[in-house]
DNA sequence: ATATGTGAACGGCTTCACAGCC
DNA sequence: GGCTGTGAAGCCGTTCACATAT
């Protein structure tokens, strides 16, 4: 399949759960995996996971499936995981803090090198393993340490300014946990995660009384 | 527009947006507002508000707009928003006990009463607002206080196993911050929050070197 | 004049179903 | 026999465009 087919967005988030399927089955010695198989277990359709690595090449033997190692390797190349990426956090409150102790970050290729605070005097910086800088200092550290990624957790009155900053200061990608839409320009890209939203979402699903 | 028409999933997650927003406006003393300002602020279109709005209801006076408040009141209705909803979390690592301290949840009338952990003696309780129990108790705490959603923290290894007491207990939702795809019968809805994920996917996008 | 409500067109992702290969 | 790869069909949500209401 040539490259002159776009993936599409949704694809390439399931690419993610299937490399974490297919890290669990290579730690568990396994070396070959049906699309059925591994469908099951990242809770898709057989016919989309073969769809979605159909996308990006041919690593299937048929009769037989998919080896686990050459596919897993292949997935994290296409997502751009080859080496570990530079990450600032902004705003360093409850969640924040937790963000920053959460080591799952670190275990996927993340690196996350500071956080920035309004106030970065009043933050207990006991428990956490990265510097706690002022605002001010964050285009500069952005610009010198080639950071392309952020993650905001500002309340929602400074979500706007904030992502200004960043955006200007070169940041491409923005994790945003603060409650707001960020208008940002077309080449930005913004994941929003609204715990409060994803609550009320699935408070709709469950009976009434 | 009458019920038969099952609202899409994608809809109610933006009827959460909308309420937001409108809470925004309504806290500025803003009284009516029109589909295409609404739609720029949940950054959507207008004519996907209008329709998603349609799904349960007409609001708006052609010519004029959609009346703030009567609007936010209906939205927070269809969302089942009523009351105060029950909530326990499982799991108090890092990131459980940092959702325990997030106020956001009580903000939005979610009321976490309980965590539970495998190991709740090794949980430092001091800075958390709720009690932590041990895992032993949860089924019979969840049926004992009509509980229906829960937020799941726990390791990727017990995370199938925890939302399956959490099932038959009688939870209908579940918002899971684990790393792996929960197997659930088809009356659950699980909502998946990865972090991991969300930065990996957001990492597609930004250039490579 | 201005903004809603909505049938119809559109587009894109998902699923099917089967040909092709081991 | 079993499983992949993929064109074609199907489905669902989005967007358009205009009739409708004030």
């Known amino acids: 399949m040539d490259n002159k087919v776009e993936i599409p967005r949704?694809?390439?988030?399931r690419l993610s759960i299937y490399s974490r399927c297919l890290k669990r089955l290579l730690e568990n010695g396994i070396e070959t995996v049906s699309s059925s198989a591994l469908a099951s277990a990242a809770g898709v359709k057989p016919a989309q996971l073969r769809k979605d690595l159909a996308y990006f090449g041919q690593f299937g033997t048929r009769g037989l499936g998919y080896p686990v190692e050459v596919l897993l390797n292949t997935i994290r190349e296409v997502l751009?995981?080859?080496?570990l990426q530079?990450?600032?956090?902004?705003?360093?409150?409850?969640?924040?803090?937790?963000?920053?102790?959460?080591?799952?970050?670190?275990?996927?290729?993340?690196?996350?090198?500071?956080?920035?605070?309004?106030?970065?005097?009043?933050?207990?910086?006991?428990?956490?393993?990265?510097?706690?800088?002022?605002?001010?200092?964050?285009?500069?550290?952005?610009?010198?340490?080639?950071?392309?990624?952020?993650?905001?957790?500002?309340?929602a009155e400074h979500g706007q300014a904030v992502a200004n900053k960043l955006v200007d200061a070169g940041v491409?990608?923005?994790?945003?946990?603060?409650?707001?839409?960020?208008?940002?320009?077309?080449?930005?890209?913004?994941?929003?995660?609204?715990?409060?939203?994803?609550?009320?979402?699935?408070?709709?699903?469950?009976?009434?009384?």
């Open 172 to 209: 491409q990608a923005i994790l945003n946990f603060s409650p707001i839409v960020l208008q940002v320009p077309e080449h930005v890209v913004v994941t929003r995660v609204d715990l409060a939203i994803e609550l009320e979402n699935l408070s709709f699903f469950i009976d009434r009384d």
């Open 80 to 83: 751009g995981r080859a080496k």
């Open 86 to 155: 530079p990450v600032v956090l902004v705003g360093a409150g409850n969640l924040g803090r937790a963000l920053l102790r959460y080591d799952g970050f670190r275990k996927e290729g993340f690196e996350v090198l500071a956080a920035f605070d309004a106030k970065p005097d009043e933050i207990d910086e006991s428990r956490i393993p990265v510097p706690v800088y002022s605002d001010d200092g964050l285009e500069d550290f952005i610009k010198e340490n080639k950071v392309r990624m952020a993650i905001v957790c500002v309340p």
């Open 10 to 13: 949704k694809a390439i988030y």
